[in-house]
């Protein structure tokens, strides 16, 4: 699986980005898909995750309720929409994939960047105060 995000930029606080993640193959509907961010200095860190189907959503406190995860098995993409960026959003943002390995999932375990498989290269979000 090969991903491709894009849809980074630079926005002032309060305003909104829709980061994109398109995908290669034809086993997307079968990958979890989790959005990750690094700040320089910092580790990387858990943003959102879909499940396959798009029937479950998982995300970190910092951003429940400003970001929002959706899919779209048929265009192989996942999305993410920001609203009310804070400078603290600024980092660069990686999408990954996992493939579904057991026919239920614990969400708390969607935050688990070693359980990914397959990453994309990275989009940069920078937010000026």
């Known amino acids: 699986v090969q991903l491709q995000a894009s849809g980074g930029g630079l926005v002032q606080a309060g305003g909104s980005l829709r980061l994109s993640c398109a995908t290669s193959?034809?086993?997307?509907?079968?990958?979890?898909m989790g959005w990750f961010r690094q700040a320089p200095g910092k580790e990387r860190e858990f943003v959102a995750a879909?499940?396959?189907?798009?029937?479950?959503?998982y995300y970190a406190d910092s951003v429940k309720g400003r970001f929002t995860i959706s899919r779209d098995n048929a265009k192989n993409t996942v999305w993410m929409q920001m609203n009310a960026l804070k400078p603290e959003d600024t980092a660069v943002y990686y999408c990954?994939?996992?493939?579904?390995?057991?026919?239920?999932?614990?969400?708390?375990?969607?935050?688990?960047?070693?359980?990914?498989?397959?990453w994309g290269q990275g989009t940069q979000v920078t937010v000026s105060s």
């Open positions: 990954a994939a996992r493939p579904r390995r057991q026919i239920l999932v614990v969400l708390s375990t969607l935050s688990d960047v070693s359980s990914y498989d397959y």
């Open positions: 193959g034809r086993t997307f509907s079968s990958y979890d």
């Open positions: 879909i499940t396959v189907g798009g029937g479950s959503t």
